[in-house]
């Protein structure tokens, strides 16, 4: 079993930060970020194998970025707009997929909200 616990979601303005982060209860292989916007299914933002090799969101790359220190994983957002507004969800699993399907593991979720 491995437990994920976020924090860091809160509000921020059109243009702003705001950083994530996820504790696991021990080292996983992949740890993995989505988001779940109200009325959307919930999508993949950012995973990193190990501690190197990463893998975002067409969409995302360039504004979002995730690194982790052994057990905890970050995900720093930049240039924020409205549209990243939704929980986001912290999960593991031992390999990475941007199906939601394949992770076993998730935390609890933490609201981010982009608006002015």
């Known amino acids: 079993q491995v437990q994920l616990v976020e924090s860091g979601g809160g509000s921020v303005q059109p243009g702003g930060s705001l950083s994530l982060s996820c504790v696991a209860s021990r080292y996983i292989a992949c740890m993995a970020w989505f988001r779940q916007a109200p009325g959307k299914e919930r999508e993949a933002v950012a995973s990193i194998l190990r501690d190197r090799e990463t893998t975002y969101a067409d969409s995302l790359e360039g504004r979002f970025a995730i690194s982790r220190d052994h057990a905890t994983t970050y995900l720093h957002m930049y240039n924020m707009n409205p549209e990243d507004t939704a929980v986001y969800y912290c999960?593991?699993?031992?390999?990475?997929?941007?199906?939601?399907?394949?992770?076993?593991?998730w935390g609890q979720g933490t609201q981010v909200t982009v608006s002015a």
């Open positions: 999960a593991a699993g031992v390999s990475c997929r941007s199906d939601a399907k394949q992770y076993i593991y």
